[in-house]
């Protein structure tokens, strides 16, 4: 995946969960001027002010992607649904670098059945720098 800022990749399941939230999978890329750890902290605050009833579940480093990643899982409301998020991230590049994000969410009671789908996604995915 070369570092095309911005670029996104969606994918939804065809028949909404049991709670009407429909399983989702989104791979991201930004610009990233801090190291990974700075810039995840950042996002999990930004994501605390930005999610209604936001709640980190757990955090942590994962090696899927064939490098160093973070981690977390954390839950939120969506009108009347609690949506459960599995999130990995990945920096490239030096100071100018590249952010990755595999950001993977499911109904709370539907989630259970998605979570080891989404390790599977993030373990296969090839996170690489593209050469100058």
């Known amino acids: 995946m070369g570092p095309a800022y911005g670029r996104a990749g ?13 399983p989702e999978i989104v791979l991201r890329t930004t610009p990233v001027d801090t190291d990974l750890l700075a ?24 090696d899927a992607g064939g490098r160093r990643a973070t981690r977390c899982r954390f839950s939120h409301r969506l009108g009347t649904a609690v949506v459960v998020t599995d999130q990995w991230a990945w920096r490239l590049g030096g100071g100018g670098g590249v952010g990755v994000t595999l950001t993977c969410s499911a109904a709370e009671d539907d989630h ?12 296969g995915l090839e996170v690489v720098e593209r050469a100058a």
């Open 10 to 22: 969606p994918v939804h399941a065809q028949v909404p969960g049991q709670v009407g939230v429909s």
């Open 39 to 62: 810039w995840r902290s950042q996002a999990l605050d930004d994501l605390r002010v930005q999610l209604p009833g936001f709640t980190l579940l757990s955090a942590g480093w994962s």
């Open 112 to 123: 259970p059945s998605y979570a080891a789908t989404f390790a599977r996604v993030a373990a």
